[in-house]
């Protein structure tokens, strides 16, 4: 998923002269099933140290290390980009590093050793890159699969731009309208009964060659609407209750994205105390519409004036109000063994947004567009 190993400079201590952790280290997590890590390691500009994360079971793409320290005997890594962390010790030796992996509510032990030129693994190519499609292009699917979904689960499943495979799993054709023209439940008028009720999975491929961008994915799905659903529509504009998103008043605390591409990557993993929303190389357009389409009961109005794409993550406890009613369920809250008292919840979404990213959503009734539905139907068979 990850097609760049970009080195992020990082700072170290000088507590521990003596050793040096400048080198390869490779270990097997133990993750449901045996994943091989390799972690390069190497001196930065600034004296410290700067690292590259590999999964070489999952392919040959490097995972930057945002952050590492190594402060007497302790090595710790941060990698934002997938919310992972790493602390471990140096043995008195200075070959191996005992510590535990942490992604999520369920951390797991690693232990990384020196790796020497007979014993270092090898680190498959990383996967070949499809050139993005021309920005000027115009583009439709050529081939798309519609088949009804009969699992009965109440929301989207997944929606995602592989390269150059689209598919979504369990998808109503209201999912499909949010996500293509950026407007959530309340905006959307004159909607069938079957709207949110029918669920489809889709699989389709671009006309066009090269990996398209997100505007040009929604461009795709608006043409799909249009072939096989029928959709016709018009605008309109209704004052409704909506949430503004702005900036805190200490401050946003984003990250320029390290992981530039044509496509965005937001999405849910399981966190301590809660739910950890993951966001990558995403702009705040991007954001907001995720929040209304698949998280909020309302429209989502972006008011940060924030340019650019961001990396960032925060970690809630979702409600009953959040996810159409039905949140994903947080993980088990873990024990602490030295006091044996439980992890505490992780703060509201509202509290989260303010505490974590600097960002506040404030509830307030405003204009919005709308969409007035003219015409649908059922999509027609494959």
């Known amino acids: 998923m990850f097609g760049f190993a970009a080195q992020i400079q990082a700072e170290s201590s000088t507590a521990n002269r003596g050793q040096d952790i400048a080198d390869t280290w490779q270990g097997t997590?133990?993750?449901g099933k045996d994943l091989r890590t390799v972690v390069k390691i190497s001196k930065a500009d600034d004296g410290g140290y700067k690292?590259?994360?590999?999964?070489?079971?999952?392919?040959?793409?490097?995972?930057?290390?945002?952050?590492?320290?190594?402060?007497?005997?302790?090595?710790?890594m941060t990698l934002t980009m997938i919310g992972g962390t790493y602390e471990g010790k140096l043995s008195s030796d200075g070959k191996t590093i005992?510590?535990?992996?942490?992604?999520?509510?369920?951390?797991?032990?690693?232990?990384?050793t020196r790796a020497t030129p007979e014993t270092e693994w090898t680190i498959p190519p990383p996967a070949p890159r499809i050139p993005p499609m021309d920005a000027n292009a115009d583009p439709r699917f050529e081939v798309a699969t519609i088949k009804p979904n009969e699992s009965a689960a109440p929301r989207l499943q997944g929606l995602t731009m592989n390269g150059r495979n689209f598919r979504t799993r369990n998808s109503s054709m209201g999912d499909l309208i949010h996500f293509a023209y950026d407007v959530q439940?309340?905006?959307?008028?004159?909607?069938?009964?079957?709207?949110?009720?029918?669920?489809?999975?889709?699989?389709?491929?671009p006309e066009e060659?090269?990996?398209?961008?997100?505007?040009?994915?929604?461009?795709?799905?608006?043409?799909?609407?249009?072939?096989?659903f029928k959709l016709t529509f018009h605008h309109d504009k209704k004052e409704l209750s909506a949430y503004l998103l702005t900036v805190a008043k200490d401050g946003q605390k984003l990250t320029p994205t390290q992981r530039p591409g044509p496509q965005p990557g937001i999405g849910f993993r399981?966190?301590?105390?809660?739910?950890?929303?993951?966001?990558?190389?995403?702009?705040?357009?991007?954001?907001?519409?995720?929040?209304?389409?698949?998280?909020?009961?309302?429209?989502?109005?972006d008011e940060t004036g924030l340019k650019g794409n961001f990396d960032f993550q925060c970690t809630f406890t979702p409600d009953e109000s959040q996810f159409n009613g039905h949140p994903p369920m947080p993980p088990p809250q873990q024990t602490d063994t030295?006091?044996?008292s439980s992890a505490p919840s992780a703060p509201s979404l509202y509290d989260a947004f303010q505490q974590q990213l600097g960002l506040k959503l404030s509830a307030k009734k405003t204009s919005v567009d709308v969409i007035v539905i003219d015409h649908v139907e059922r999509p027609s068979e494959n």
Do not use: C
Not at 57 to 63: A, E, I, N, T, V
Not at 106 to 112: A, E, I, S, T
Not at 284 to 301: E, S
């Open 29 to 31: 997590l133990h993750a």
């Open 51 to 76: 690292a590259v994360f590999y999964r070489i079971d999952q392919g040959g793409d490097g995972l930057p290390v945002t952050k590492i320290t190594f402060d007497g005997t302790t090595v710790k």
């Open 98 to 112: 005992t510590g535990t992996w942490s992604q999520g509510a369920n951390p797991l032990p690693l232990k990384l």
């Open 185 to 205: 439940t309340k905006q959307i008028v004159n909607a069938p009964e079957w709207m949110e009720k029918d669920r489809y999975d889709i699989a389709a491929v």
């Open 209 to 228: 060659q090269g990996v398209p961008n997100a505007a040009q994915v929604k461009i795709m799905i608006r043409k799909l609407l249009a072939d096989r």
């Open 270 to 301: 399981p966190g301590t105390g809660g739910l950890t929303l993951m966001v990558m190389n995403a702009t705040m357009a991007d954001f907001t519409g995720f929040l209304q389409v698949l998280v909020l009961d309302r429209p989502v109005v």
């Open 338 to 340: 030295t006091n044996t």
